[in-house]
């Protein structure tokens, strides 16, 4: 117990200096791309454009705002949105976040279902007709732009059969069509990843031994082959569900949802500094909570593999 | 046994994480319709309205403020609001509005003039840095007031002698001034309120405005919903009881929800189904106060450049080989109107002079002779600057290849997103760069104006002595005839100059569901929700809602 | 120095013998492979598709197509096959569109100029083209789109960016990715730490940022002789790199306990030599999966680069932004459904042979995987 306890200090100490690192990466490339939040088709007055600067600090050197803005951020506030001028950056945040949790949930669960039963599936059928069919439908997941998939689904199931709403955000049947969207290539990537471990597993010792034991294939696959067989797949995953959890702009700007998706790109199309560094930072815990998932759970699907 | 635990622990938090997600997933219930809904492009950048310029939060905040005038839905003329009455003194420059005795804010209390006073103030503080101040700075002392010179805010030209009696002074007589009184930086806001809660103002548990309407709910990019503001003095004449303005950025997907029912109007279209629309009865296009251009930079960092844009006869080239009725109609083709001049049409009593048709054969000619004229033996190679978008992409790729054709020019195009590409264009790096303008107010100056030497949105380079003066001669000159004629004779400078190459006029891209009733067409595309009501037998015969 | 030189010389020989002794094994190794691969058909035969199409594409500019960007404004959204583009008869070449070209001497000086306009090796194809063709075209059989530019061309045109982006970015991310996965996977401890805390770190930095900073900075230093296409393939290159090296990383810290690697370790082999000899080749089946779906991945990318303004510029065409550029297309009212189809067919249809080239690949390079 006191190894796991150490194990998760050190984890932490670790998130500590990767949020510091990439604060200040972030902080840096920011400011010295061109372009600046208040910048305007209109031009504004000189006078005008200084007193909205100086009103979020824009006018001090970057030194002060850099001392300023970390100084916010260690306590908590990223501070109002440049873009969004009626909200904070954490308010933002906290508004885009259930949706964008709703969404991913959803779609992952999708992936994940999809994907590992796809990937077994076309595993212990190798080489066949089943295996080669699942295959190529992962794979046009996978080639195909979201986009495309997206504009596709909408003309059927909403124009043709108009069996769902065509955008907007509220109940389930809002969810449906985007988060499958969202999901398919993520599946498409873990049946392909749970096909290939699978096919790695059932080539070990361990798996002919069940075999030989005269255990059913299915009780050897989902017994014996699929732990260890899920590896690559818990490897893809820490990544994969961040990357789902925040959303896509693409598939939030087509089906119109108020998401984290959108923001990510948009805050730094937008110059919105603070928003951009929120999102940032916000990531990069993602990111991090769910590698240390990943990593706890290598040692679970596999006994090697040790907590270090 | 340890790893036994951990592992029930992780089976465990997935199995909590998936559970608590799938219970969010399923919890959002949908909101009952309201009477109308309509696409607003963009979430706004806020309800403050000295805060904002754009169009978006314009229909916002006609729906929660009020002027003292309000535009007529069908022209640009301004209507008693909260002034029921002005009156102006002979030589222009004092204004004076009667306040309604029955203007209200939505939390009861009355609406008088001195709220006015302490918006106009507020209006042209520098602490407010607000964006459209400028505007307003005909009324006396406000400029020197937002630039510091002046510190006594007592000393800006406005006054409430009473309650009901609001008085503008003016430093010189302007003709448009009442139409900016109905647009929204001139608008009151709830001083209690926003002294009370200073950053939360404008949410909907705090939110007091003064308009048709008020604010009910705010979900961020989601959805912002109107209700009625019974206290609002015409409240009797206000049909709609809720509103909702959906802020969806992808004209696309506002058209699928239009076509699907969900929303009543959309404001903009995408380009690729124009021609289909058109065959319908709920999208016509009008003609709208706004023109699309490219701006030729004379102030070019390159020396070569510099000299060859420089050269009058480079730029009309440049513009007579720009086949703008291919364009209009085969690129856009909303009936947007090819531009031989900058003002718009629509505009009563003016009449613009026109420059040339689309002629390449001049053109070539024209080129040619600057050419041996700079003693270049060829033209520089230059770029279309542009920011990402489908149209201004496929404008400029006609552009690109009628001047590749016509002027045998080697064209780059430069496609950038919106912050670079202002950021290039303000700091004079590009050659060519597309620009848009929309009129603030219905008087040839908004179009005008900007060409000044050293106005910050020329952007050009160009300069033209005799054109700054005409420009102020006008803007000094009460009567309005001769006032008109002078600016169509600046305007005539510069065309001559050719200052940029006009592309087309804009019209409005709306459809609007004909049970919307009330709505009508205007140059400012301007739509006060005051006015619409809904024909809800007719809505129900047709879509069943 | 005598002694020195006496050294260098048996270690040259020694380095000399070394290849040797590689050099045949390495061929029984790959000769295996092929003839496995060979007899899995599908593989072989995605290919020969990829190679197909490759090929086309990098002779797009010997190929008799319409310019890729010409605009002709009286040939908009027409059909693929539509009968205005067949009217004279026959899909295949036929003298340029009527106005193109008012004579031969237009023509010329118009080839002139954008052989001037392209690179060295395009231009020299163009020209070449221009000397067999003439002026003749193959009919925009493929349709032709909002300007009336020939999608045919455009697709063909638009596969030598794509897929010169996916191969280059995939290959630095590949290499990148790999040493870096194996060597810290391996090495383990406070230095995998270290370096895996790295590539967390590197996946929250906000691409977008970088992309448009690079581009800034490049486009303001002309002397930087950069076009944004390597740009590009440096930005992708090096975001895609970081779960390549996850993914390695993971591999390595399952297999670095195997006897195999324990009996080099025991017998003095170095770091490096365990790495590359021991360790990659190991977990080469996962990575060269990884790499059939990276490819798609970047090609994507590329698209969504350019659907935010930041990627290929306009001649250049690309895959992913004709399809984007067509979302508009797809629309309840008109369906302009061959602005999307032909580029995604040409996407999908690649995406897939590398998928099942990958497969087939692994299979050959892992014969284990043979037995099941």
């Known amino acids: 117990m006191r190894d796991v306890l150490r194990f998760l200090t050190l984890r932490f100490l670790w998130l500590l200096a990767t949020l510091w690192v990439v604060f200040t990466l972030s902080f840096v490339l920011m400011r010295e791309v061109p372009g600046g939040p208040f910048l305007m088709e209109q031009q504004v007055d000189p006078v005008i454009q200084k007193q909205i600067e100086a009103a979020y600090d824009l006018d001090k050197t970057k030194w002060e705002q850099y001392v300023i803005t970390l100084g916010k951020t260690v306590r908590g506030d990223l501070g109002p949105s440049f873009k969004m001028r009626d909200y904070t950056v954490n308010e933002i945040l906290a508004e885009g976040m259930p949706r964008s949790v709703a969404l991913g949930t959803l779609a992952l669960l999708i992936a994940l279902v999809l994907g590992i039963v796809a990937g077994t599936v076309s595993a212990s059928r190798r080489g066949g007709f089943i295996d080669r069919g699942l295959m190529l439908v992962a794979t046009i997941g996978i080639a195909l732009p979201n986009f495309v998939i997206a504009s596709i689904l909408i003309l059927v199931f909403v124009i043709q059969l108009s069996w769902l709403p065509a955008a907007g955000w509220g109940s389930l049947r809002f969810m449906i069509l985007p988060a499958f969207c969202l999901g398919a290539p993520f599946a498409a990537y873990i049946a392909r990843l749970t096909r290939t471990g699978m ?89 991090y909570v769910m590698n240390l998932l990943v990593d706890i759970s290598y040692t679970i699907l596999d006994p090697r593999v040790r907590l270090d | 046994m340890r790893r036994d635990r951990i592992r029930n622990a992780f089976a465990f938090s997935l199995g909590a994480i998936l559970l608590i997600g799938a219970g969010i997933a399923t919890t959002g219930a949908s909101i009952e319709p309201a009477d109308l809904t309509f ?110 010179k002046l510190k006594d805010a007592a000393k800006i030209g406005v006054a409430a002698p009473d ?28 001083r209690a309120t926003l002294e009370a809660h200073p950053k939360h103002w404008h949410k ?86 706004g023109i699309y251009f490219y701006r030729i930079n004379q102030n070019n960092k390159d020396p070569i450049k510099k000299a060859f844009f420089g050269e009058p006869r480079v730029r009309r080239a440049l513009y007579l080989a720009l086949d703008r009725k291919a364009i209009c109609e085969r690129v856009t083709r909303a009936g947007d109107v090819p531009a031989r001049h900058i003002v718009p049409p629509g505009l009563d009593g003016y009449e613009s002079p026109k420059l040339p048709d689309y002629d390449p054969v001049e053109a070539a000619r024209l080129m040619q002779a600057a050419l041996s004229h700079l003693k270049m033996s060829k033209a520089p190679t230059f770029s279309i600057l542009y920011n990402t978008q489908d149209t201004h992409k496929l404008i400029a790729e006609v552009v690109q290849s009628g001047w590749r054709k016509h002027l045998g020019l080697d064209v780059k195009l430069e496609n950038m997103e919106w912050q670079s590409y202002l950021k290039t264009e303000s700091s ?90 009330g709505w009508h067409a205007n140059v400012q595309d301007r739509h006060n929700l005051k006015f619409l009501s809904i024909d809800k037998d007719l809505r129900r015969r047709m879509i069943g809602r | 120095m005598e002694e020195r030189a006496g050294f260098q010389r048996s270690e040259a020989e020694l380095e000399r013998l070394l290849e040797e002794a590689k050099k045949v094994r390495g061929n029984s190794l790959w000769k295996d492979a092929m003839r496995r691969f060979r007899k899995n058909q599908l593989s072989f035969l995605s290919l020969w598709l990829v190679v197909l199409v490759s090929v086309l ?10 310019p890729r960007d010409r605009v002709s404004m009286n040939q908009q959204y027409l059909e693929p096959l539509h009968e205005d583009l067949l009217d004279d008869g026959g899909l295949f070449l036929r003298r340029g569109w009527p106005g193109v070209f008012a004579d031969d001497a ?37 349709g032709t789109d909002q300007l009336g530019r020939c999608i045919l061309s455009r697709v063909l045109w638009g596969g030598r960016i794509s897929l010169m982006v996916g191969l280059v970015a995939t290959l630095v991310s590949l290499i990148i990715g790999v040493s870096y996965g194996a060597f810290s996977g391996y090495i383990g401890g406070w230095v995998d730490n270290l370096m895996m805390r790295a590539v967390d770190a590197m996946y929250s930095i906000p691409f977008i940022f970088v992309v448009i900073f690079l581009i800034t900075v490049i486009k303001n230093n002309p002397d930087l002789a950069i076009d944004r296409m390597v740009l590009f393939f440096a930005v992708i290159g090096a975001i895609y790199w970081l779960t390549m090296a996850r993914v390695v990383r993971g591999q390595v810290l399952s297999i670095k306990q195997k006897e195999y690697v324990e009996a080099a370790r025991v017998l003095g082999a170095s770091t490096g030599r365990i790495l590359f000899r021991h360790l990659v080749p190991n977990v080469m089946a996962v990575v060269l999966v990884y790499l059939t779906l990276t490819i798609p991945r970047v090609m994507l990318f590329e698209a969504f680069l350019s659907f935010l303004g ?13 399809a984007a550029d067509g979302l508009g297309a797809i629309n309840p009212l008109r369906v302009y459904w061959w602005f999307v189809l032909f580029p995604s067919l040409a996407l999908g249809l690649t995406l897939l042979s590398l998928n099942f080239l990958g497969d087939g690949l692994r299979d050959a390079l892992d014969p284990r995987l043979k037995d099941v």
């Open chain 1, 199 to 287: 096919l790695e597993t059932l080539t070990q010792d361990y798996v002919r031994t069940a075999h030989a034991k005269g255990l059913s294939p299915w009780r050897v696959v989902t017994g014996h082959a699929m732990k260890g067989g899920l590896l690559p797949v818990a490897s893809f995953l820490g990544p994969a569900v961040a990357g789902i959890l925040t959303g896509s702009l693409v598939i939030e700007k087509i089906f119109a949802i108020p998401g984290l998706g959108t923001y990510f790109v948009q805050a730094a199309l937008n110059r919105d500094y603070t928003l951009a560094m929120g999102c940032v930072l916000f990531y990069t815990l993602l990111v």
């Open chain 2, 39 to 148: 696409h607003n492009a963009t979430e706004p950048e806020s309800l403050d309205p000295a805060k904002v310029t754009g169009v978006p939060e314009g229909r916002v905040l006609r729906a929660l403020f009020s002027g003292l005038t309000v535009q007529a839905p069908d022209s640009s003329e301004s209507l008693p609001d909260i002034a029921e009455s002005w009156n102006i003194s002979p030589n222009g420059k004092v204004y004076t509005f009667r306040i309604r005795k029955t203007a209200r804010w939505s939390d009861g209390s009355p609406c008088t003039a001195d709220d006015f006073v302490y918006s106009w103030r507020r209006l042209f503080a520098p602490e407010t840095a607000a964006k459209y101040a400028y505007l307003m700075w005909a009324v006396d002392g406000a400029e020197d007031y937002t630039k510091g």
């Open chain 2, 163 to 190: 309650p009901y009696t609001f008085v503008v002074k003016l430093r010189e007589p302007q003709s448009y001034f009442i139409y900016l009184t109905a647009f929204y930086p001139s608008y009151a806001v709830h």
């Open chain 2, 204 to 289: 909907p548990e705090f939110f007091v405005g003064n308009g048709p309407f008020t604010l009910q709910m705010r979900l961020i990019r989601e959805r912002m919903r109107f209700v009625k503001n019974e206290y609002y003095w015409d409240a009797a004449n206000v049909k709609l009881e809720t509103v909702d303005a959906l802020p969806i950025e992808d004209n696309g997907t506002a058209l699928n929800l239009y076509l699907t029912g969900a929303i009543d109007w959309t404001t903009d279209v995408p380009a690729h189904v124009v021609p289909q629309l058109l065959q319908r009865d709920d999208f016509k296009p009008t003609p709208r106060l």
């Open chain 2, 428 to 517: 004079f790096e590009y050659d060519i760069s597309r620009a848009g303008w929309i009129g603030d107010y219905p008087d040839p100056n908004t179009f005008l104006d900007l060409w000044q030497t050293g106005n910050g949105n020329n952007r050009t380079g160009w300069s033209d002595p005799d054109f700054d003066r005409l420009i102020v001669l006008a803007s000094k000159e009460v009567d309005v005839r001769k006032r008109l004629g002078l600016l169509a004779k600046a305007e005539a400078r510069a065309l001559a100059g050719q200052v940029v190459i006009p592309i087309y006029f804009y019209v409005t891209k709306n459809c609007v569901r004909p049970w919307i009733k």
């Open chain 3, 57 to 66: 594409c990098f002779l797009a500019p010997l190929l008799p197509l319409a």
């Open chain 3, 106 to 142: 237009a023509r010329d000086e118009a080839v002139t100029k954008i052989v001037e306009r392209s690179g060295l090796l395009e231009g020299w194809m163009i020209q070449l083209r221009y000397k067999m063709f003439g002026d003749r075209e193959i009919v925009p059989w493929m």
């Open chain 3, 310 to 322: 930041l990627g290929v510029e306009s001649p250049d065409v690309s895959w992913g932004m004709l």
